[in-house]
């Protein structure tokens, strides 16, 4: 499959993660960037889908390379379930 071409890296980035199915905090995490304690985005991938900044082809290409292998973390509310004592989840 031929990659198509994009006028910018944003429109690359969303397309990766429609294609995958990525949130803007997955991108964080991919990239090894903190998400915010909600599960939301960091700034930097914020500003970048925005358009206030444009993102670095290198860290285009590193999300390109990790985005398929990807796996979501579970979320903290999974997690709390799993550890109460005495439940069956």
């Known amino acids: 499959m031929k ?3 994009f006028q910018t890296t944003v429109d690359a980035l969303r397309a990766i993660m429609d294609s ?3 949130t803007r905090g997955d991108v964080c ?3 090894g960037l903190k998400p915010r304690p909600n599960g939301g985005s960091h700034g930097t991938v914020d500003s ?3 358009g206030t900044n444009s993102m670095p082809r ?3 290409e ?3 390379l990790k985005a ?5 973390p579970p979320s903290p509310r999974a997690r ?3 550890d109460v004592p005495g439940e069956v989840v």
């Open 29 to 31: 995490r991919i990239l």
């Open 80 to 82: 709390a379930l799993k």
């Open 3 to 5: 990659t198509p071409k």
């Open 68 to 72: 398929p292998t990807y796996r979501k």
């Open 48 to 50: 970048w889908l925005a």
């Open 20 to 22: 995958y199915g990525l």
């Open 62 to 64: 590193l999300v390109m």
């Open 58 to 60: 290198a860290k285009l």
